[in-house]
C-alpha cells in the first residue's frame, strides 16, 4: 500500500510541474521567426544590396578626384670639355645616358585629375532594376523560410503533443487500476480474491508507471528539440496547449512557390541587361590641374588640362552573343525546373488528400471501438467489484484499452502530420 502511494505522489507531482507554465503554438512560430538566422541573414543581405545601389550611383553620377604624384631622374655622365656626372641635364652633346631628346633629363609631376561621367542615366537604371529585384528575391526568401518554420515547428510542436498525450492516457490507465486496486485489497482481506491476484494488480500497476515515465522522458526530449529550432534556452519543462491544425482550402491563383523561379528569371535578365552595359559607349569629362614639368620643378610650370574622354567596346571576340545563349539556356532551365516543381507538387497534395481520406475512416473505426471498450470496461468494474472476474482477463482488457488509446492517438497525430503538409505544399 506504501508503494501505491508513493506511485500515486510521484504522478501528481509530476502533473503539477506539468502545469506550472503552458505555451501554445503561436508562441513558438513567434520565437523561430525572431531567432531565425535565415530571416537575419535575408534582411542583412537586403540591406547591403541597398548600400551596393547607392555605391554604383555615386560611381556613376560622382567625380572621381585624385592625387598624380611623382619624378622621373635620368642622370647621365657628360663628355663635352670634361668628364663629369649630371644628376639632371639641360642638354649635352657628347653623354652617356638615355637620350635627352626622349626623357629632356627628367620629369616631375604634382597634379589633381578630375574625371565626372556623362548620360550615365540609363545604367543607373539598369543597376536600379537590378536591385529592386534582388530585394524582393530575399523578401521572398523571407515569406520561403517563415513558411517552413511554421512546418518544421508544427510538426515538433505535434510530436510533443503526442509524448504528452501518450503519458495522459497511461496516467488515466494507471487511475483506473489504483481505483480497483483498492477495491481488490477489500475483497482480498474478505477472501474473495487471493493475495496473488492483487499481487498482479501491483505489478501491472508499476509497469504503466514505468510506461508513464518513459513518456514524461520522451515528452522532454521532444521539448527539447522544438526550443532547438526555435532558438529558445530554457530549460524548463512546460506544458503545452493542445492545438487542430485546420487544412487551408485550396488555392485559387498561383501557387507563391512560383515566384521563386519567376524572380530568378527576371535576375537572369537583368544580369544580361547589365552585362550589355559593356557595349555601350562611355563619355566622361576630365580634367588636370598642378605641376607638369621637365628638368626640375618651376613655377611656371604650373598649369590644368581638360577635355572629353570617349570608352566604347566595338569588338571583343562575340562574347556578347555567348552571354545572351547562356542567359537563353538559363530561362529554359529555370521553366524546366518550375514545371516539374508544380508537377512534383500537385502529385503531393493529391497523395496526402488520399492518406487523408484513409486516416480519418481508421479514426472512426477506432472511435467506434473505444466505445465499446469503455461499456465493456464498465462491465468488468462491476464484475471485479462482486469478486465474478478474473484478475488475468481484466489485466489484459486493460492491455487492449492502452494499446488501442496508443493506437487512436497515433491515427490522431498522423492525421495532424498530414494535414500539416498538406498545408506546406498548398501555398
Known amino acids: 500500500m506504501k508503494k501505491l502511494l508513493f506511485s500515486a505522489l510521484l504522478l501528481y507531482g509530476g502533473l503539477l510541474m506539468l502545469h506550472a507554465q503552458q505555451r501554445d503554438l503561436d508562441f513558438y512560430l513567434e520565437q523561430a521567426m525572431e531567432n531565425s538566422p535565415l530571416i537575419h541573414q535575408a534582411k542583412n543581405d537586403s540591406r547591403i544590396v541597398l548600400l551596393d545601389l547607392e555605391q554604383m550611383k555615386r560611381i556613376l553620377f560622382k567625380p572621381e578626384i585624385n592625387v598624380i604624384s611623382g619624378f622621373t631622374l635620368s642622370p647621365i655622365i657628360s663628355r663635352d670639355q670634361t668628364t663629369k656626372f649630371i644628376l639632371v641635364s639641360e642638354g649635352a652633346v657628347n653623354y652617356i645616358g638615355h637620350d635627352l631628346a626622349l626623357t629632356d633629363g627628367g620629369q616631375y609631376q604634382a597634379m589633381l585629375s578630375f574625371r565626372q561621367p556623362l548620360l550615365t542615366g540609363s545604367k543607373y537604371k539598369v543597376f536600379a532594376n537590378k536591385a529592386d529585384i534582388s530585394g524582393k528575391i530575399f523578401d521572398n526568401n523571407i515569406a520561403l523560410t517563415?513558411?517552413?518554420?511554421?512546418?518544421?515547428?508544427?510538426?515538433?510542436?505535434?510530436?510533443?503533443?503526442?509524448?504528452?498525450?501518450?503519458?495522459?492516457?497511461?496516467?488515466?490507465?494507471?487511475?483506473?487500476?489504483?481505483?480497483?486496486?483498492?477495491?481488490?485489497?477489500?475483497?482480498?482481506?474478505?477472501?474473495?480474491?487471493?493475495?496473488?491476484?492483487?499481487?498482479?494488480?501491483?505489478?501491472?500497476?508499476?509497469?504503466?508507471?514505468?510506461?508513464?515515465?518513459?513518456?514524461?522522458?520522451?515528452?522532454?526530449?521532444?521539448?527539447?528539440?522544438?526550443?532547438?529550432?526555435?532558438?529558445?534556452?530554457?530549460?524548463?519543462?512546460?506544458?503545452?496547449?493542445?492545438?487542430?491544425?485546420?487544412?487551408?482550402?485550396?488555392?485559387?491563383?498561383?501557387?507563391?512557390?512560383?515566384?521563386?523561379?519567376?524572380?530568378?528569371?527576371?535576375?537572369?535578365?537583368?544580369?544580361?541587361?547589365?552585362?550589355?552595359?559593356?557595349?555601350?559607349?562611355?563619355?566622361?569629362?576630365?580634367?588636370?590641374?598642378?605641376?607638369?614639368?621637365?628638368?626640375?620643378?618651376?613655377?611656371?610650370?604650373?598649369?590644368?588640362?581638360?577635355?572629353?574622354?570617349?570608352?566604347?567596346?566595338?569588338?571583343?571576340?562575340?562574347?556578347?552573343?555567348?552571354?545572351?545563349?547562356?542567359?537563353?539556356?538559363?530561362?529554359?532551365?529555370?521553366?524546366?525546373?518550375?514545371?516539374?516543381?508544380?508537377?512534383?507538387?500537385?502529385?503531393?497534395?493529391?497523395?496526402?488528400?488520399?492518406?487523408?481520406?484513409?486516416?480519418?475512416?481508421?479514426?472512426?473505426?477506432?472511435?467506434?471501438?473505444?466505445e465499446q471498450y469503455k461499456r465493456l470496461y464498465e462491465a468488468y468494474v462491476k464484475e471485479l467489484s462482486l469478486g465474478e472476474a478474473s484478475v488475468m482477463d481484466f489485466k489484459n482488457l486493460m492491455k487492449d484499452i492502452s494499446a488501442l488509446n496508443h493506437e487512436l492517438l497515433q491515427l490522431k497525430t498522423e492525421k495532424q502530420f498530414l494535414i500539416n503538409s498538406y498545408n506546406y505544399f498548398n501555398y
Not at 576630365?286 to 604650373?302: F, M
Request: contains cysteine.
Open 146 to 370: 517563415i513558411h517552413e518554420l511554421r512546418q518544421v515547428v508544427s510538426y515538433q510542436y505535434l510530436l510533443c503533443l503526442n509524448s504528452l498525450k501518450e503519458a495522459e492516457n497511461t496516467l488515466s490507465l494507471i487511475r483506473k487500476l489504483e481505483e480497483q486496486y483498492r477495491v481488490m485489497v477489500k475483497l482480498v482481506e474478505n477472501a474473495v480474491y487471493k493475495q496473488t491476484d492483487l499481487m498482479l494488480m501491483q505489478i501491472e500497476l508499476d509497469n504503466y508507471t514505468l510506461e508513464y515515465k518513459t513518456y514524461r522522458a520522451g515528452y522532454a526530449a521532444n521539448l527539447y528539440d522544438l526550443n532547438l529550432i526555435c532558438g529558445i534556452s530554457d530549460t524548463a519543462i512546460v506544458e503545452l496547449r493542445d492545438t487542430d491544425i485546420a487544412m487551408r482550402p485550396e488555392i485559387a491563383g498561383k501557387s507563391a512557390f512560383l515566384t521563386g523561379f519567376i524572380l530568378d528569371s527576371l535576375t537572369i535578365l537583368a544580369e544580361q541587361a547589365v552585362n550589355e552595359l559593356k557595349y555601350k559607349p562611355q563619355l566622361d569629362f576630365v580634367t588636370d590641374a598642378g605641376l607638369n614639368a621637365t628638368y626640375l620643378p618651376y613655377p611656371k610650370r604650373l598649369g590644368l588640362g581638360f577635355g572629353l574622354a570617349l570608352t566604347w567596346n566595338i569588338f571583343d571576340g562575340h562574347q556578347r552573343d555567348i552571354q545572351r545563349q547562356k542567359s537563353a539556356i538559363g530561362l529554359e532551365t529555370l521553366e524546366y525546373r518550375k514545371n516539374n516543381f508544380m508537377l512534383q507538387n500537385q502529385i503531393n497534395k493529391n497523395k496526402i488528400l488520399n492518406q487523408l481520406h484513409s486516416v480519418t475512416e481508421r479514426i472512426s473505426l477506432k472511435e467506434n471501438q473505444a
